[in-house]
């Protein structure tokens, strides 16, 4: 039985683990996406737009 609760942990584990790759590489992702677009546009940087002011930033990482 105690076999079975430690496969199950460790299971538990390598599955939020997981999760946490992918979304930390989807992040990585947009990232140089975002700096490749730059780039090819001469830009120095990203412009969005601040919901509550109306007003244009620098996008942040």
């Known amino acids: 039985m105690p ?3 430690f496969f199950a942990v460790v299971a ?3 599955y939020f683990g997981y999760r946490a790759f ?6 990585v992702t947009a ?9 090819r ?3 120095n940087g990203t412009l969005v737009k601040d919901p509550e ?3 244009y930033r ?3 990482d």
């Open 58 to 60: 620098l996008a942040k």
């Open 3 to 5: 076999q079975l609760i």
């Open 12 to 14: 538990a584990i390598g």
């Open 22 to 27: 992918l979304k930390e590489a989807e992040r």
């Open 31 to 39: 990232r140089v996406r975002r700096a490749e677009s730059e780039t």
């Open 41 to 43: 546009s001469g830009a």
């Open 53 to 55: 002011t109306g007003e």
